[in-house]
């Protein structure tokens, strides 16, 4: 029975509850939901750690292409692509790229630009002109756009920029991007490139911004934070090669990149700038995680510490960070970011303080001095601290006002397990006015009788594409967070985006290729599509006669709207039956279910929807004065809004 009555039972659900995780993992930033389409675009090297090569660029007409070192554009891009025209050269001479394994073409314009420079002594005077265009790899010509013909050389690097307009749409992402000239005129001729770029439209049209679809199909799950820039990600594989928020800002030829810790490197197009402009693009809440003195040193086992005595440049590392973010006009940090394009501060109100530092023994006084430090200067942000027991023998003690966040890679029966855990959980474990962002989990392994997961991902218990129970199991952990607003103030999905050509970690919330038609929206997505979408602004009491298992459910009103939401979730194999009972009328009642037979049905690429919400028929009731008995499918998730 779901009461509305009582107004004084009802307790205000939190705000920000459903959010995004993000970061670079699986491809999911560079070849990701970061719009360049172009790999190893400045020819860093891109998957393994060889350093600079020419990973996807090919040369076209007998040109020879090389790695050019003589001629370095900026400190942070100082290796670029020789290309050689021989002597004699006829026809189309130049070279490609393939993209991130393929390129999205569809009716649009694209944005193509790269550097150039054609200094030698040997090739003055010559005139030659230059020509990009987009084709498949069979010879279809999508578009191109052509510099005229002009005398060479140029004695500084010169930017050139060309707008390529697509009329038609590819049958599949087997396509290129080909930067030609006339062998007739380039004979003999070397010519210097570095920053070669191709972005298609971007998710609400920013330069330098996110690939559409993705980003939209965040958008549409209405979330209300993004935490990023890591995960694993932030730490480093060492010290020097963490995340270094001011090597990630301000033109492209000034960021170096890194050999980041998923095994590829990161352009760091994706910069600190352009994760909040995405916050700002989806009108949510930045949880910025700064980096706390830890790195993961994956080879090694515990990982590399900074000295208690050495937090202080850790410190205002983070400070100048926020200051970035933050500052106005008048201070240095907010005046570079203003120089960067974005005058206007952003508000950070989340900060975390490092990622999982459990792994570490140090983190009681790494968060000690960036806690106090940060909380000086920003008093009115909420700290997220990575851990709340014991450290290295030690025992944190979160301040009031404080987060913790946890992180659950778990099989199904842990969540159904843990639906009341949180129930309590600021009384029962000492940390009066702390709130928990359940910052990662989802279901990883199906279910075994030891219930320890194996992360080396035996293929008869690992779950590579989120199941029917995967979406079960994590509605039942999220309905747990719904019912305790006070002390569960976010949770997010994680990982949440893989590229299927390479990846690190499964499952993901999304999975993806090149080509926009074959994304997938997994379970767990529409899950927390649902989740996110149908909340309260209050929690309701719900009283029952049944007990748990296999059904789980939660109630909350929205007070503006005047509409009851219960979620309902019957994690069995059999239907169930409910009697429903709202102790007031409604005008109607409507319901949105995700459900599916067979508990390991899944989305995959060309299947992408075989389990996706539907409208719910609710044949059974008719009353608009309470009571209806419903037969509740087997292995479902489902939302009913009671128009009031
Ligand atoms: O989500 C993948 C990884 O899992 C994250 O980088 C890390 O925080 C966790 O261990």
Redesign the pocket.
């Known amino acids: 029975k779901i009461h509305t009555k009582n107004t004084a039972a009802r307790n205000a659900t939190a705000p920000h509850l459903y959010g995004l995780?993000f970061?670079d993992?699986s491809h999911s930033g560079d070849g990701g939901i970061y719009a360049e389409l172009l790999r190893n675009r400045a020819f860093q090297g891109s998957d393994g750690n060889t350093g600079p090569n020419l990973d996807g660029w090919t040369p076209i007409g007998g040109a020879k292409l090389s790695l050019d070192r003589l001629h370095p554009i900026s400190d942070a891009l100082p290796v670029n692509l020789q290309v050689d025209v021989p002597q004699g050269a006829r026809g189309e001479v130049g070279f490609q790229n393939t993209g991130w394994w393929g390129i999205d073409v569809r009716r649009q314009t694209y944005t193509a630009s790269f550097y150039v420079l054609a200094n030698e002594p040997k090739q003055k005077g010559r005139a030659a002109s230059l020509r990009a265009s987009i084709r498949s790899k069979t010879g279809t010509q999508f578009g191109s756009a052509a510099v005229a013909k002009r005398v060479w050389p140029t004695a500084e690097w010169t930017r050139v920029e060309l707008p390529i307009t697509v009329t038609q749409k590819a049958s599949n992402e087997n396509n290129t991007f080909v930067v030609t000239f006339d062998g007739a005129e380039t004979a003999g001729m070397t010519l210097y490139f570095q920053l070669i770029s191709l972005f298609p439209e971007t998710y609400k049209g920013r330069k330098n911004g996110l690939r559409k679809d993705l980003a939209e199909a965040f958008a549409d799950l209405k979330p209300s934070f993004l935490r990023f820039p890591?995960?694993?990600?932030l730490e480093g594989e060492s010290v020097q090669t963490r995340w270094r928020w001011w090597k990630t800002i301000g033109p492209l030829t000034e960021r170096p990149g890194r050999w980041a810790?998923w095994g590829y490197y990161n352009t760091d197009g994706l910069g600190l700038l352009e994760y909040l402009e995405w916050c700002a693009d989806m009108s949510i809440e930045p949880v910025l995680a700064i980096w706390a003195g830890f790195s993961l040193d994956r080879y090694g086992s515990s990982g590399t510490s900074i000295h208690p005595n050495a937090m202080e440049p850790v410190v205002q590392e983070a400070l100048d960070e926020l200051e970035y973010c933050m500052g106005g006009p008048e201070t240095k940090y907010g005046a570079l970011r203003a120089a960067h394009g974005h005058p206007a501060p952003f508000r950070i109100n989340y900060v975390e303080i490092g990622?999982?530092d459990w792994f570490s023994r140090s983190y009681g006084y790494r968060f000690r001095a960036l806690y106090t430090g940060l909380k000086a200067r920003y008093p009115n942000i909420t700290y997220v601290s990575t851990q709340w027991d014991e450290v290295g023998g030690v025992k944190m003690e979160l301040p009031p006002g404080a987060m913790w966040d946890t992180?659950h890679?778990e099989e199904p029966h842990y969540f159904l397990k843990n639906f009341d855990f949180y129930d309590n959980w600021q009384l029962r474990t000492g940390n009066k006015g702390v709130g928990v962002l359940l910052?990662?989990y989802s279901v990883y392994q199906s279910d075994t009788p030891s219930g320890a997961v194996n992360f080396q991902n035996p293929p008869d218990k690992h779950v590579f594409y989120p199941q029917m129970l995967s979406a079960i199991a994590e509605g039942v952990y999220a309905l747990g967070g719904e019912r305790n607003p006070h002390t569960v103030k976010m949770s997010s999905y994680?990982?949440s985006l893989q590229n299927l050509n390479r990846y690190?970690?499964t499952p993901n919330m999304i999975q993806f290729t090149a080509h926009h038609d074959r994304t997938v929206l997994s379970t767990s997505y529409w899950q927390q599509w649902m989740f996110a979408r149908y909340r309260g602004t209050h929690t309701l009491p719900v009283t029952n006669t049944g007990g748990l298992n296999p059904l789980y459910w939660a109630a909350a009103i929205d007070e503006r709207a005047k509409v009851v939401y219960l979620k309902v979730i019957n994690a069995g194999k059999d239907v169930a039956n409910l009697a429903v009972d709202i102790d007031t009328p409604y005008s109607a009642v409507n319901g949105t279910i995700l459900s599916a037979e067979d508990a390991k049905a899944f989305n995959f690429v060309d299947h992408q929807t075989s389990v996706v919400p539907r409208p719910l028929s609710l044949p059974a009731q008719k009353s608009s004065t309470g009571n209806f008995n419903w037969k509740v499918p087997a292995f479902s998730i489902t939302v009913l809004q009671f128009n009031l």
Do not use: R
């Open positions: 995780m970061e993992i890591g995960g694993n990600n810790n990622n999982e992180h890679y910052g990662e994680a990982p690190n970690w």
